[in-house]
């Protein structure tokens, strides 16, 4: 069961790094196109916020989700390691 948990924990952490590495792209893309569009004419600009790529909810919201399922991992872990280990209190030497 251990292993399983570890296992997880592992997936979390390669999930965590796509997504990073997602949010940094997301990120130069958005510099791009505010750069081609400070290049446009005026009448060719639309003004959209919900078009910025630069802060992206969903992605967000990933990320928090898989913080808090490691954490889970964590204490899962903690917890089965500690209900394995040998009771050792009350015996004398």
Same mark, same amino acid.
């Given at each position: =069961?251990? =292993?399983?948990?570890? #296992?997880?924990?592992?997936?979390? #952490? +390669? ?5 990073? !590495?997602?949010?940094? $792209?997301?990120? #130069? =893309? ?8 400070? !290049?446009?004419? $005026?009448?060719? +600009?639309?003004?959209? !916020? ?10 967000? @919201?990933?990320?928090?989700? +898989? !913080?808090?399922?490691?954490? =889970? $991992?964590?204490? @899962?872990?903690?917890?089965? @390691? ?12």
């Amino acid at each position: =069961m251990l =292993m399983e948990i570890k #296992d997880i924990s592992d997936e979390l #952490d +390669i999930l965590k790094i796509v997504l990073n !590495e997602q949010k940094k $792209t997301m990120k #130069d =893309m958005d510099r791009v196109t505010k750069k081609l569009t400070k !290049e446009r004419p $005026t009448n060719a +600009i639309t003004k959209d !916020e919900n078009l910025s790529l630069e802060n992206n909810r969903v992605l967000e @919201s990933h990320l928090y989700r +898989i !913080e808090k399922m490691k954490k =889970m $991992t964590e204490k @899962s872990y903690m917890g089965v @390691s500690a209900s394995l280990t040998p009771k050792i209190s009350g015996v004398g030497f």
